[in-house]
């Protein structure tokens, strides 16, 4: 049976300084403004040992090999990382680098067990190449993920899926399209909507979610895409969806989470500065870190 433990009192954060796989690629500034921060002290002052380990760029953004071979670099780090039993702080950069986080992740676990995932975020991210309307990698990672995808991305880490679709739950989803919905429905994904959110609050989701993905696997993990929350808490994002997760709600959601034993690590992902209004996105992130990882 799962346990609920003192959390682990070191954490490697990554930063993913690449906005290549979205539309607008102005999230990319991301991670070296959030280690400008006072982040780093937020975490020590919680008693956690929190050290920047790298953030991963592309020497050249107009090439696609370029963005493989970051996910690869940045797969081989989270292994690492997960190997070690350390837990890890992904900051992001687009959505696509969920790709090489939860690559390296699945395989640091692979001879013990099976990775499970809580994907939080206002979209399905289901789209494979064929169904995709813009072609924007950002859309795709989810089905990346479970095995739908161009070998040179779904094999990043080890050949095949990596997560299992009995494993994987989508929470907060409020924006999407047909072909997302009968991919996921097809493989049996559990989705909570923001309807059954309103329904039955976000404590209860998540907590149900968490029991979830934690069921078959041996550790799990948190993606999240700031698009999740209200743009009245978010304003900062490449693609804002109303009527989201209320900063005030999730939060406390969090730190309870963080509390589970066989919690690995988190990413957080598509904040644009540019569209930021008084800080307020960047804020919640450092926020929803600390809270992570306290």
């Not at 069921?215 to 929350?229: Q, R, Y």
Request: aromatic share 6%.
């Amino acid at each position: 049976m799962h346990a609920k433990v003192k959390p682990q009192s070191n954490l490697h954060i990554y930063g993913v300084a690449s906005c290549q796989g979205a539309q607008d690629r102005r999230c990319d500034i991301t991670p070296d403004l959030l280690k400008g921060t006072n982040l780093a002290q937020k975490l020590a002052n919680q008693g956690v040992t929190a050290q920047w380990q790298h953030i991963f760029r592309m020497e050249n953004p107009s090439d696609r090999g370029e963005l493989v071979k970051l996910f690869t670099t940045l797969s081989s780090a989270i292994d690492e990382s997960v190997s070690q039993n350390t837990r890890f702080a992904v900051v992001g950069g687009d959505h696509s680098s969920a790709i090489g986080t939860w690559s390296g992740a699945a395989k640091a676990l692979k001879n013990n067990g099976d990775l499970g995932l809580l994907w939080v975020d206002a979209h399905m991210d289901a789209h494979t190449p064929q169904s995709s309307p813009t072609g924007a990698l950002h859309g795709m990672p989810v089905a990346c993920l479970l095995g739908h995808a161009t070998a040179e991305l779904k094999d990043i880490g080890f050949s095949g899926a990596k997560i299992k679709p009995e494993n994987l739950c989508l929470v907060g989803v409020r924006s999407y399209e047909a072909p997302e919905l009968k991919l996921l429905t097809d493989l049996g994904v559990k989705i909570y909507y923001m309807e059954d959110i309103r329904r039955n609050g976000i404590e209860n989701v998540m907590r149900s979610a968490t029991d979830y993905v934690r069921k078959n696997t041996k550790a799990f993990g948190l993606s999240i895409d700031m698009d999740a929350f209200d743009p009245v808490d978010a304003p900062g994002v490449g693609t804002p969806a109303q009527n989201g997760l209320l900063a005030s709600e999730f939060l406390p959601v969090c730190k309870e989470l963080a509390e589970n034993s066989d919690f690995i690590g988190a990413e957080v992902v598509e904040f644009n500065p540019y569209r930021d209004r008084n800080h307020k996105t960047e804020l919640l992130i450092k926020e929803l870190i600390t809270a992570l990882f306290h």
